[in-house]
Protein backbone atom coordinates (compact mmCIF):
# COMPACT_ATOMS: atom_id res chain seq x y z
CA UNK A 1 0.00 0.00 0.00
CA UNK A 2 2.72 2.33 0.95
CA UNK A 3 4.78 1.37 -2.14
CA UNK A 4 1.83 1.92 -4.14
CA UNK A 5 1.08 5.61 -3.04
CA UNK A 6 4.73 6.39 -3.52
CA UNK A 7 5.11 5.08 -6.96
CA UNK A 8 1.88 6.65 -7.86
CA UNK A 9 2.78 10.16 -6.36
CA UNK A 10 6.00 10.01 -8.18
CA UNK A 11 4.33 9.80 -11.45
CA UNK A 12 2.05 12.59 -10.86
CA UNK A 13 5.11 14.76 -9.76
CA UNK A 14 5.54 14.19 -13.97
CA UNK A 15 2.08 14.56 -15.01
CA UNK A 16 1.22 17.58 -17.10
CA UNK A 17 -1.29 18.96 -14.43
CA UNK A 18 1.20 19.02 -11.55
CA UNK A 19 3.99 20.44 -13.67
CA UNK A 20 2.20 24.07 -13.36
CA UNK A 21 2.20 23.78 -10.12
CA UNK A 22 5.66 22.59 -10.11
CA UNK A 23 6.38 25.84 -11.79
CA UNK A 24 4.65 28.31 -9.52
CA UNK A 25 6.73 26.67 -6.89
CA UNK A 26 9.57 26.70 -8.08
CA UNK A 27 9.37 30.50 -9.69
CA UNK A 28 8.00 32.01 -6.07
CA UNK A 29 10.77 30.22 -4.49
CA UNK A 30 13.46 31.43 -7.00
CA UNK A 31 11.94 35.10 -6.14
CA UNK A 32 11.98 34.78 -2.73
CA UNK A 33 15.69 33.25 -2.19
CA UNK A 34 16.81 36.62 -4.40
CA UNK A 35 14.65 38.95 -2.25
CA UNK A 36 16.45 36.64 0.84
CA UNK A 37 19.65 37.40 -0.99
CA UNK A 38 19.72 41.13 -1.21
CA UNK A 39 18.25 41.60 1.86
CA UNK A 40 21.07 39.54 3.26
CA UNK A 41 23.39 40.87 1.85
CA UNK A 42 22.27 44.51 2.29
CA UNK A 43 22.52 43.52 6.24
CA UNK A 44 25.77 42.46 5.99
CA UNK A 45 27.52 45.46 4.17
CA UNK A 46 25.29 47.77 6.69
CA UNK A 47 25.94 46.52 9.66
CA UNK A 48 28.42 43.54 10.03
CA UNK A 49 30.77 44.47 7.60
CA UNK A 50 31.11 47.89 9.76
CA UNK A 51 31.46 46.50 12.81
CA UNK A 52 34.49 44.80 11.85
CA UNK A 53 36.09 47.05 10.09
CA UNK A 54 36.10 48.82 13.31
CA UNK A 55 38.54 46.21 14.47
CA UNK A 56 41.00 47.39 11.80
CA UNK A 57 44.30 50.06 12.12
CA UNK A 58 43.35 52.10 9.29
CA UNK A 59 47.26 52.61 8.23
CA UNK A 60 47.72 48.66 8.70
CA UNK A 61 49.44 47.43 5.95
CA UNK A 62 46.94 43.96 6.08
CA UNK A 63 44.05 46.47 5.40
CA UNK A 64 43.68 45.55 1.75
CA UNK A 65 44.21 42.12 2.47
CA UNK A 66 42.01 41.76 5.21
CA UNK A 67 39.06 43.81 3.48
CA UNK A 68 39.34 41.19 1.00
CA UNK A 69 39.24 38.22 3.24
CA UNK A 70 36.06 39.55 4.55
CA UNK A 71 34.28 40.11 1.30
CA UNK A 72 35.49 36.36 0.68
CA UNK A 73 33.80 35.22 3.86
CA UNK A 74 30.91 37.61 3.59
CA UNK A 75 30.29 35.78 0.11
CA UNK A 76 30.80 32.02 1.89
CA UNK A 77 28.30 32.91 4.79
CA UNK A 78 25.75 34.12 2.43
CA UNK A 79 25.74 31.06 -0.27
CA UNK A 80 25.86 28.78 3.11
CA UNK A 81 22.87 30.95 4.35
CA UNK A 82 20.88 30.59 0.95
CA UNK A 83 21.77 26.81 0.92
CA UNK A 84 20.15 26.58 4.25
CA UNK A 85 17.22 28.28 3.27
CA UNK A 86 16.14 26.81 0.26
CA UNK A 87 14.33 24.07 2.00
CA UNK A 88 12.33 25.85 4.66
CA UNK A 89 11.36 28.52 2.08
CA UNK A 90 10.34 25.75 -0.52
CA UNK A 91 8.43 24.21 2.18
CA UNK A 92 6.86 27.58 2.89
CA UNK A 93 5.58 28.23 -0.57
CA UNK A 94 4.75 24.78 -1.63
CA UNK A 95 2.52 24.54 1.40
CA UNK A 96 0.07 27.16 -0.05
CA UNK A 97 0.05 24.91 -3.36
CA UNK A 98 -1.34 21.41 -1.53
CA UNK A 99 -4.41 21.42 -2.29
CA UNK A 100 -3.50 22.02 -6.04
CA UNK A 101 -1.69 18.82 -6.21
CA UNK A 102 -4.28 16.85 -4.21
CA UNK A 103 -6.88 17.71 -7.00
CA UNK A 104 -4.38 16.77 -9.54
CA UNK A 105 -4.14 13.35 -7.72
CA UNK A 106 -7.87 12.82 -7.08
CA UNK A 107 -8.81 13.94 -10.96
CA UNK A 108 -6.69 11.58 -12.00
CA UNK A 109 -6.69 8.57 -10.11
CA UNK A 110 -9.80 8.64 -8.57
CA UNK A 111 -12.36 10.19 -10.75
CA UNK A 112 -14.81 8.16 -9.29
CA UNK A 113 -14.80 9.56 -5.89
CA UNK A 114 -16.14 12.84 -4.64
CA UNK A 115 -13.82 15.45 -4.84
CA UNK A 116 -12.17 16.57 -1.33
CA UNK A 117 -12.92 20.28 -0.35
CA UNK A 118 -9.70 22.70 -0.43
CA UNK A 119 -8.86 24.35 2.56
CA UNK A 120 -9.68 28.38 2.84
CA UNK A 121 -6.67 30.54 2.12
CA UNK A 122 -6.07 31.50 5.53
CA UNK A 123 -6.43 27.74 6.65
CA UNK A 124 -3.77 27.08 4.03
CA UNK A 125 -1.56 29.71 4.79
CA UNK A 126 -1.66 28.76 8.49
CA UNK A 127 -1.12 24.89 7.29
CA UNK A 128 2.19 26.32 5.02
CA UNK A 129 3.58 27.91 8.41
CA UNK A 130 2.94 25.04 10.52
CA UNK A 131 4.94 22.65 8.15
CA UNK A 132 7.61 25.71 7.60
CA UNK A 133 7.65 24.72 11.53
CA UNK A 134 7.60 21.13 11.64
CA UNK A 135 10.92 21.04 8.84
CA UNK A 136 12.52 23.98 11.24
CA UNK A 137 12.24 21.65 14.28
CA UNK A 138 12.61 18.75 13.09
CA UNK A 139 15.65 19.31 11.42
CA UNK A 140 17.10 21.81 14.82
CA UNK A 141 16.33 18.04 16.58
CA UNK A 142 18.45 15.70 13.96
CA UNK A 143 21.07 18.77 14.17
CA UNK A 144 21.66 18.31 17.41
CA UNK A 145 21.65 14.61 17.21
CA UNK A 146 23.94 14.64 15.00
CA UNK A 147 26.91 14.49 17.57
CA UNK A 148 25.81 11.28 18.80
CA UNK A 149 27.63 8.67 17.30
CA UNK A 150 25.50 5.90 15.78
CA UNK A 151 22.45 7.94 16.27
CA UNK A 152 22.57 10.98 13.99
CA UNK A 153 21.49 9.60 10.51
CA UNK A 154 18.23 6.87 12.07
CA UNK A 155 17.46 10.13 14.23
CA UNK A 156 17.18 12.33 11.15
CA UNK A 157 14.77 9.25 9.62
CA UNK A 158 12.69 9.21 12.54
CA UNK A 159 12.62 12.87 13.56
CA UNK A 160 11.27 13.57 9.89
CA UNK A 161 9.49 10.48 9.26
CA UNK A 162 6.83 11.07 12.42
CA UNK A 163 6.43 14.67 11.87
CA UNK A 164 6.15 14.60 7.92
CA UNK A 165 4.28 11.87 8.17
CA UNK A 166 1.68 13.21 10.64
CA UNK A 167 1.24 16.52 9.18
CA UNK A 168 0.81 15.68 5.63
CA UNK A 169 -1.21 12.55 6.13
CA UNK A 170 -3.98 14.37 8.30
CA UNK A 171 -3.68 17.56 5.59
CA UNK A 172 -4.91 14.79 3.06
CA UNK A 173 -7.62 13.65 5.87
CA UNK A 174 -8.86 17.14 6.09
CA UNK A 175 -9.90 17.41 2.35
CA UNK A 176 -12.76 14.95 3.45
CA UNK A 177 -12.94 14.60 7.26
CA UNK A 178 -13.15 17.34 10.12
CA UNK A 179 -9.76 18.07 11.76
CA UNK A 180 -10.81 15.67 14.76
CA UNK A 181 -11.97 13.09 12.77
CA UNK A 182 -8.45 13.52 10.50
CA UNK A 183 -6.92 13.24 13.46
CA UNK A 184 -8.64 10.13 15.20
CA UNK A 185 -8.28 8.06 11.46
CA UNK A 186 -4.59 9.50 11.38
CA UNK A 187 -3.69 7.84 14.97
CA UNK A 188 -5.56 4.67 14.26
CA UNK A 189 -3.43 4.07 11.52
CA UNK A 190 -0.08 5.38 12.89
CA UNK A 191 2.27 2.76 12.65
CA UNK A 192 0.97 2.69 8.74
CA UNK A 193 1.40 6.86 8.55
CA UNK A 194 4.99 6.41 10.53
CA UNK A 195 6.10 4.15 7.69
CA UNK A 196 5.13 6.55 5.21
CA UNK A 197 6.85 9.32 6.96
CA UNK A 198 9.41 7.36 6.49
CA UNK A 199 9.84 7.38 2.82
CA UNK A 200 9.14 11.08 2.67
CA UNK A 201 11.96 11.68 4.78
CA UNK A 202 14.07 9.60 2.63
CA UNK A 203 12.97 11.47 -0.14
CA UNK A 204 14.18 14.77 1.77
CA UNK A 205 17.40 13.63 1.87
CA UNK A 206 17.96 13.45 -1.37
CA UNK A 207 19.47 16.61 -2.94
CA UNK A 208 17.73 18.94 -5.39
CA UNK A 209 14.87 16.62 -5.34
CA UNK A 210 14.08 17.11 -1.63
CA UNK A 211 12.74 20.48 -3.52
CA UNK A 212 9.69 18.84 -4.63
CA UNK A 213 9.19 16.99 -0.89
CA UNK A 214 6.07 18.93 0.05
CA UNK A 215 4.54 18.26 -3.52
CA UNK A 216 5.27 14.23 -3.16
CA UNK A 217 4.55 13.92 0.60
CA UNK A 218 1.11 15.67 -0.40
CA UNK A 219 0.79 13.66 -3.37
CA UNK A 220 1.52 10.26 -1.40
CA UNK A 221 -0.97 10.97 1.69
CA UNK A 222 -3.74 11.86 -0.60
CA UNK A 223 -3.16 8.39 -2.65
CA UNK A 224 -2.46 6.27 1.44
CA UNK A 225 -5.61 7.86 2.86
CA UNK A 226 -7.82 6.51 -0.18
CA UNK A 227 -6.03 3.55 -0.20
CA UNK A 228 -6.96 3.27 3.72
CA UNK A 229 -10.18 4.63 3.51
CA UNK A 230 -11.29 1.91 -0.01
CA UNK A 231 -10.15 -0.69 2.28
CA UNK A 232 -11.88 0.27 5.36
CA UNK A 233 -15.29 0.56 3.29
CA UNK A 234 -14.88 -2.45 1.38
CA UNK A 235 -14.40 -4.38 4.55
CA UNK A 236 -17.79 -2.72 6.30
CA UNK A 237 -19.61 -4.48 2.94
CA UNK A 238 -18.35 -7.98 3.77
Do not use: C
Not at 5 to 23: D, G, I, M, Q, Y
Not at 27 to 38: D, E, I, P, S, Y
Amino acid sequence: MIGLAARRSFENLFAPETRKVFWKVLGLTLLALLVLWFVLRGAFNSFVLPWLQGFMPSTSDWTGWLTLFLAVFAGIALALAMALLISPVTALIAGLFLDDVAEVVEKRDYPDDAPGTAMPIAAAMKSSVRFLGVVIVGNIVALFLLFIPGVNLVAFFLVNGYLLGREFFEFAAMRFRSPDDARQFRVKHAFTVFLAGLVIAAFLAIPILNLLTPLFAAGMMVHLHKLISHREANLSLR
